[in-house]
């Protein structure tokens, strides 16, 4: 089955304690993102990956870093993670069509709580 | 700067009646158009897309109307049913090479039985 998979789905953490959100995808896709989804502001862009070891930020990349040493994974981390990053996070891939990319396929999401 | 508004932030519909969501955008760059539907504890899925080069796509019940001089959208649901009810957001992307979507904030869709 196709699928984007996030891990974990659910986290409470503190404060400037480092946490590792997974995501892996077995579609064989190039391009990989993470969004976050708050209240009011929709689905807004953290950072994405056209391909291995090719990263670039997105709309909102304050906090994160993430990298793509596989195709298949692209893990986000919160080297220091803060309350204002307490969020829904969705992971995303797709083929790469040219100058754009096809549709998104998501993950299920992980609800990140930081106290 | 949102540059994909969707000014409804929730709309009920009797079901079997038409359901419109509507969005507009600014970035006359934006070639190729989304919508996705999510529903609670779930990530959005795909619903339906439209390129720039149309005005109109249809999948079954879901059709997306594109109005470019306008900078407008909108997806209409015939006939809507109970199951429709979801979140819906529309996004937008250019063919830059950006590789970025911009997604509207959604639009809460209830189907009353």
């Known amino acids: 089955e196709a699928q984007v998979t996030q891990n974990p789905r659910y986290l409470i953490t503190v404060t400037g304690k480092k946490l590792t959100v997974t995501c892996s995808q077995n579609?064989?896709?190039?391009?990989m993102s993470w969004y976050r989804q708050d209240p009011g502001l929709g689905l807004r862009q953290i950072y994405y990956?056209?391909?291995?070891?090719?990263?670039d930020k997105g709309d909102v990349p304050e906090g994160y870093k993430v990298s793509r040493k596989e195709k298949r994974n692209f893990p986000l981390i919160l080297e220091s993670p803060s309350p204002n990053q307490t969020s829904l996070y969705f992971c995303?891939?797709?083929?790469?069509?040219?100058?754009?990319?096809?549709?998104?396929?998501f993950g299920e999401g992980s609800r990140l709580t930081v106290l | 700067d949102q540059q994909v508004k969707q000014n409804s932030p929730s709309l009920s519909v009797q079901e079997g009646r038409i359901s419109i969501l509507n969005c507009d955008y600014t970035?006359?760059?934006?070639?190729?158009f989304l919508w996705y539907k999510k529903y609670p504890a779930e990530g959005p899925t795909f619903l339906i897309s439209?390129?720039?080069?149309?005005d109109k796509n249809e999948d079954g019940r879901f059709t997306v109307f594109l109005n470019k001089s306008a900078k407008h959208l909108s997806l209409h649901i015939v006939p809507s049913q109970p199951g429709d009810s979801a979140v819906y957001f529309c996004?937008?992307?250019?063919?830059?090479?950006?590789?970025?979507?911009?997604f509207g904030t959604g639009t809460r869709l209830k189907v009353l039985a």
């Open positions: 970035n006359s760059m934006f070639d190729y």
């Open positions: 439209i390129s720039s080069i149309k």
């Open positions: 996004a937008a992307s250019e063919a830059s090479g950006t590789y970025k979507y911009i």
């Open positions: 990956s056209m391909n291995v070891e090719v990263t």
């Open positions: 995303a891939s797709s083929i790469l069509r040219g100058l754009n990319t096809g549709e998104l396929f």
């Open positions: 579609m064989n896709h190039e391009y």
